[in-house]
């Protein structure tokens, strides 16, 4: 946010005093608040069920109850208003419907009939975008996304497909998906297929806009973990074992979260600064998994899960939430 200074001047003496002096109060520091989304489980319940949820700064939000499984999967802040995609299990056929949440207040983008998740969420003026996909019975699964409720299509069902990022650019709406082998973006539902070796195979989970350029972040079946910036990928491991779960792009750099997996050995979750690689752990558990990233200024943080412990790392700091909870994702608001 920035701050604007409007002096009073009265004659030009006033002016050329005041001109002449300089403060030597500091800055004020900037207050970031951060949110995390994902679930805890509701232990010591017939299913254990896992409750949807976001932290804001360590307090937790439930958005469901443990009578059917939700899970929170994207979060994205509004002014005052906290809007959460995810899905929700009905009791009744246990199929998952796609909803949103704004301010704990439950949406339904469908109506339970067909397995549908809403993976990821954006507003732009009011508007409010979730994306994600819908699994129709003896069918496949097929990219979707919602404005507002109404539904858009983007595949055919030929291939099973599916949209995991959302990003809302000069009134431009992106999406970034997979349908079949390949990994897309859809800008204003027209696709682009990424670029890939003829014998591998893409999948994206992530997307931004910064000025003109699209930045993706995905996987290649032959390099692993990899991110595009428009339509040109740069691999960020030889290692087909690994993956990216998250991107971010501001003036400092560009951040990517993502986790190597070697055969018969434990994962190491990164985060990527300008490509550089800067292994994460936790202390919490040899299990760790980084999800979502973003930056505020000098500071980096990605969601994570340290074993069974959801949480975030803060500059390479391990910082717990909740036990018996999962984070997927991560949105900064600075003030």
Not at 85 to 97: D, R, V
Not at 208 to 221: E, F, I, L, M
């Amino acid at each position: 946010m920035k701050v604007l200074r409007f002096f009073l001047v009265a004659g030009f003496m006033a002016f050329a005093i005041t001109s002449c002096k300089k403060s030597n109060t500091p800055a004020p520091a900037k207050q970031v608040d951060v949110y995390i989304s994902g679930g805890i489980q509701a232990l010591n319940t017939i299913n254990n069920a896992y409750i949807a949820c976001y932290w804001k700064n360590g307090s937790i939000v439930k958005l469901s109850d443990s009578l059917t499984a939700a899970l929170a999967t994207g979060i994205a802040i509004d002014h005052n208003d906290v809007y959460v995609s995810g899905y929700h299990l009905q009791a009744s056929n246990g199929n998952a419907k796609a909803v949103y949440w704004k301010n704990g207040k439950e949406v339904a983008l469908t109506d339970g009939t067909a397995w549908a998740t809403a993976n990821a969420i954006a507003v732009d003026n009011g508007n409010v975008y979730a994306a994600g996909d819908i699994f129709y019975p003896l069918g496949k699964s097929v990219a979707a996304y919602w404005k507002n409720g109404a539904l858009t299509v983007l595949t055919d069902g030929t291939a099973n497909a599916s949209i995991s990022g959302i990003t809302i650019s000069n009134g431009n709406v992106y999406l970034a998906g997979t349908d079949g082998n390949d990994g897309k973006v859809w800008k204003n539902g027209v696709a682009i297929t990424l670029n890939r070796a003829p014998t591998s195979y893409t999948a994206v989970n992530s997307i931004v806009v910064a000025g003109s350029d699209v930045y993706v972040g995905g996987y290649d079946g032959i390099y692993g973990a990899a991110y595009w910036k428009n339509n040109n990928p740069t691999y960020l491991t030889n290692n087909y074992a690994s993956f990216t779960s998250g991107i971010a792009v501001d003036n400092d750099g560009i951040y990517v979260a993502g986790n190597i997996n070697p055969v018969n050995q434990i994962g190491q979750p990164n985060v990527w600064v300008d490509d550089v690689q800067k292994p994460l752990q936790s202390g919490y558990s040899s299990t760790n998994i980084a999800y979502g990233v973003a930056a505020s200024g000098q500071d980096i943080y990605v969601a994570a899960e340290f074993g069974t412990y959801a949480g975030y790392w803060r500059n390479g700091v391990a910082i717990v939430l909740s036990n018996y909870a999962t984070a997927n994702s991560i949105a900064l608001v600075t003030h």
